[in-house]
């Protein structure tokens, strides 16, 4: 931390200049208290290491010697306490600014860097979105840290407003024994509180970074899919008719290494066009919303609770799952959501057909059964 005048506040010099010349005019002299008992006076010695400078004026020269002459033991360790808390606050606060200021720098340099077209290079065609995530959460976390540096910082300038006043009781009653109140306490307490913030930060950065290079290995390998044979783009998906949009959704989950046990629904199938088996006994049931340029239709949440009636009750689903190249309602997500019902709509389809993704990382499940796989 640096010794930079804090913005914000009275000129500490400025300050101290004029209280300590109306103190000495006669408000109260350094030292002087209702029956007090003085030691004896400071002797100045001219081959000291420290000796007060020669003042040409008269008066001061009068005042200064007064004070001196009247101030004890106390005094002097009282105005030296007082001066090196001024100079630590004045550290301390100047580095909460400079760490603000860091933050801000990043925060702006975290907002350019999203904006960037061509981020390290590349276009990032197959996972922008997945980028921009990335970024997000880091700005989100950068913008917490700089509401709480901010906070402490108000803190800890009020504290050194304080501080940094001369006080109108005798400065060494400040010092006396069983005192815990100074404002330098404040200060410390919210550097102490900011503390951990470069380290959280550092943490962040690493993780940042370790997520774009993974983000940059699946670009590459959704693009290398994406013009291979097994690739089904939305556009050619949209093409299909209800039976051949069933099948393919089957051949997907035949590809992601599961058992298909139907392919397509049919008359009587209640809700279950398409049942597969994962390897290690999972039973996936599906149904299947394919929607066409002339119906364009969002699928609502009275299908999808219609599907939970039959998903599980039924067909002894473990993984229930709803497939449409178009949307879902709000609602819809929000009672699949609440059931433990997994939806694939154009967004998500798009990565499981057209990129290559797996079923088990489109929907957020492990390829083995787990505690935590909802039923």
Known sequence: MGREPIEDHVHAGEELGVSLRAWILGRRPPGVVSGRIYAPPVIIDRDARVVPPRYPDRDVRRWMGDALGKADEADLLAAYLWVQEI?????????????????????????????????????????????????????????YELDL????????????????????????????????DSPLNTIAEQWDEIAPSTERFAAMNQRALAETEHLEAVDDRRNL??????????????????????????????????????QHGGTGDRGADVISQTPDGRRVVVQCKQTSR??????TSTNVQ??????????????????????????????????????????????????????????GISRESTSEDPA
């Open 294 to 299: 002339a119906a364009k239709q969002m699928v």
């Open 149 to 180: 540096i901010g906070r402490c910082l108000q803190q800890a300038s009020l504290a050194f407003e304080e501080l940094s006043t001369l006080p109108e009781e005798d400065l060494s009653t400040r010092y006396a024994p069983g005192r815990v």
């Open 225 to 262: 899919f994406a013009q291979s044979q097994k690739c089904y783009s939305l556009r050619r998906i949209l093409e299909f008719d209800g039976k051949n949009f069933e099948i393919l959704v089957a051949w997907l989950t035949h590809r992601d290494g599961m058992k298909v046990i139907r």
């Open 306 to 363: 219609t599907f939970n009636g039959t998903a599980r009750l039924e067909h002894k689903a473990d993984i229930a799952l709803m497939v449409t190249n178009g949307t879902f309602s709000e609602p819809a997500r929000d009672f699949a959501n609440d059931h433990a019902i997994h939806l694939i709509g154009a967004t998500e389809l798009e990565r499981w057909a057209t990129w290559g993704d797996s079923l088990y990382e489109v929907v």
């Open 87 to 143: 100079s630590i606050g004045r550290e301390a606060c100047t580095g909460l600014r400079r760490q603000r200021d860091a933050l801000r720098t990043n925060l702006e340099r975290l907002e350019k860097l999203k904006g960037d077209s061509h981020f390290r290079g590349r276009t990032w065609d197959f996972t922008r979105v997945e980028l921009d995530s990335v970024f997000d959460a880091f700005i989100k976390m950068v913008k």
